[in-house]
């Protein structure tokens, strides 16, 4: 049974970004305990890197997953951009897109496309810590926009569909 660590981005004094009240390290700790509990239903080993609401530094967590011989990485969280409902959609950053990573992130991509949201497609980036310190393949997936309220339309009316979609596409890809 693949064991899959599930990153609820941010938590504790870091919020990540905000809109209106709304926090992203709340909206991905819900959406990352959602997508887990679909997992472990499936019979996935799931570690969570948080299941309340703390702080640990990027590069810890992913010397936590290491240390627990994780097969794969997930980090949820919600995007933001420097004006309110300029941009919308969802994004999927690996380490390297021809990879096992970059499979995952076209297929959960591909999944969350079909609730609704537009595809920003996937994004190589080597200097963020969960992709490149993980000895696993990793994703960071940015679920919508938190500043455009669309997104936040989307997230709160189709939750279960959004966890459904994340957890599929990385179902589809063990």
């Not at 997936?141 to 455009?148: D, K, L, R, S």
Request: net charge negative; hydrophobic share 40%; no cysteine.
């Amino acid at each position: 049974m693949p064991t899959v660590v599930i990153d609820a981005g941010h938590g504790g004094s870091d919020f990540g970004a905000t809109y209106m009240g709304r926090r992203e390290k709340d909206d991905s700790l819900n959406l990352a305990l959602a997508v887990g509990n679909i997992l472990k239903n499936n019979g996935i080993n799931v570690i969570y890197t948080r299941t309340n609401d703390v702080y640990e530094a990027p590069a810890s967590k992913a010397r936590d997953a290491n240390a627990a011989n994780a097969d794969y990485f997930i980090s949820i969280h919600r995007n933001s951009s420097p004006y309110s409902n300029q941009y919308t959609g969802i994004e999927s950053l690996v380490y390297n897109r021809n990879s096992i990573a970059g499979r995952i992130a076209e297929n959960i991509n591909r999944n969350l496309t079909g609730v609704g949201f537009a595809n920003q497609g996937i994004q190589e980036r080597t200097n963020l810590a969960v992709l490149r310190r993980t000895n696993m393949p990793a994703v960071l997936v940015e679920v919508g926009f938190i500043n455009t309220d669309r997104d936040n339309a989307r997230f709160d009316s189709r939750f279960n569909e959004i966890a459904e979609a994340i957890a599929d596409g990385i179902l589809d890809s063990i």
